[in-house]
């Protein structure tokens, strides 16, 4: 049975392992992002995909490229409802 809950002891190797930086690395300059700002828990694989709570499948994301990585794996159209309005 896959569960959303993230264990302590997960949590902690988490945070060990990322220095309490987001660990979003770009593709093409393999540039690490340095923001350590609102950092959130990540399944790699999505938990709605069977992802599960082990430390090799959570990371922490700053807000935006957890937004990014949730739109570019469920689609803009799922995740409308969870992203700010744009401005006129």
């Known amino acids: 049975k896959h569960r959303r809950y993230i ?8 945070v060990l392992r990322s220095n309490g930086q987001c660990e979003f690395v770009d593709g093409a300059t393999k540039r690490r992002c340095e923001s350590r700002t609102l950092i959130q828990w990540d399944h790699i694989k999505m938990h709605c995909l ?11 994301l700053c807000p935006e490229h957890n937004r990014s990585e949730a ?8 995740m409308q409802v ?6 006129p």
Request: proline share 9%.
């Open 50 to 60: 069977g992802g599960n709570a082990e430390p090799s499948n959570i990371r922490q």
């Open 71 to 78: 739109v570019s794996r469920l689609g803009i159209q799922k």
């Open 82 to 87: 969870f992203l700010k309005p744009s401005s």
């Open 7 to 14: 264990p302590f002891k997960t949590k902690i190797a988490t």
